[in-house]
T-cell receptor, first 113, second 110 residues
Framework: DTGVSQDPRHKITKRGQNVTFRCDPI?????LYWYRQTLGQGPEFLTY????????KSRLLSDRFSAERPKGSFSTLEIQRTEQGDSAMYLC???????????FGPGTRLLVL | KNEVEQSPQNLTAQEGEFITINCSYS?????LHWLQQHPGGGIVSLFM???GKKKHGRLIATINIQEKHSSLHITASHPRDSAVYIC????????????FGTGTRLQVFP
């Protein structure tokens, strides 16, 4: 089953360090989404791509956050100078243009010490 | 006030009971989603609605656009239905952004 995959599944880092997460969407899914979810809350939208173009970004995505999808396939989310408040689950999802349903990856759980 | 509100926040039920989870939203929407999240994080899409009612197995989802309200019903609930159920809306046709509720945690006991 080639669902959405995310790597790593868990990341522990020290405050101030940079971290990068990867998302591999389902092949042929041209839309890719990043979300952040903190404990006890629903996911929050961060950004999304249609192919390689980043079409929408949340104001939650501060200057320390950057996302790329260089070839319209996998995507990376980088957080620079991590803060304790960045501790959360980072979720990736993808879908086809012709379908509304998003397929979610297992998430990357980040803990900033 | 959140743009998407769910009630109740927590729900416990005995196996076999009929479950209703509610979602109200305050923005214009082009679509509403119901999602299921199991412990460990995995999220699965259950339904997408823009009007009316949809049924899949023991799950039924309804939406009333005029009242800005949707419900998710589970008939003959089972312990394997225990999960967090999340409502999310797409707030228009010019955005692909989903706005999520905080979820309803359901526990079904045998």
């Amino acid at each position: 089953d080639t669902g959405v995959s995310q790597d790593p599944r868990h990341k522990i880092t020290k405050r101030g360090q940079n971290v990068t997460f990867r998302c591999d969407p389902i092949s042929e899914h041209n839309r890719l989404y990043w979300y952040r979810q903190t404990l006890g809350q629903g996911p929050e939208f961060l950004t999304y791509f249609q192919n390689e173009a980043q079409l929408e970004k949340s104001r939650l995505l501060s200057d320390r956050f950057s996302a790329e999808r260089p070839k319209g396939s996998f995507s990376t989310l980088e957080i620079q100078r991590t803060e304790q408040g960045d501790s959360a689950m980072y979720l990736c999802a993808s879908r086809k243009d012709t379908q509304e349903t998003q397929y979610f990856g297992p998430g990357t759980r980040l803990l900033v010490l | 006030k959140n743009e998407v509100e769910q009630s109740p926040q927590n729900l416990t039920a005995q196996e076999g009971e009929f479950i209703t989870i509610n979602c109200s939203y305050s923005v214009g929407i082009s679509a509403l989603h119901w999602l299921q999240q199991h412990p460990g994080g995995g999220i699965v899409s259950l339904f997408m609605l823009s009007s009316g009612k949809k049924k899949h197995g023991r799950l039924i989802a309804t939406i009333n656009i005029q009242e800005k309200h949707s419900s998710l019903h589970i008939t003959a609930s089972h312990p394997r239905d225990s999960a967090v159920y999340i409502c999310a809306v797409r707030s228009g046709y010019n955005t692909d952004k989903l706005i999520f509720g905080t979820g309803t945690r359901l526990q079904v006991f045998p």
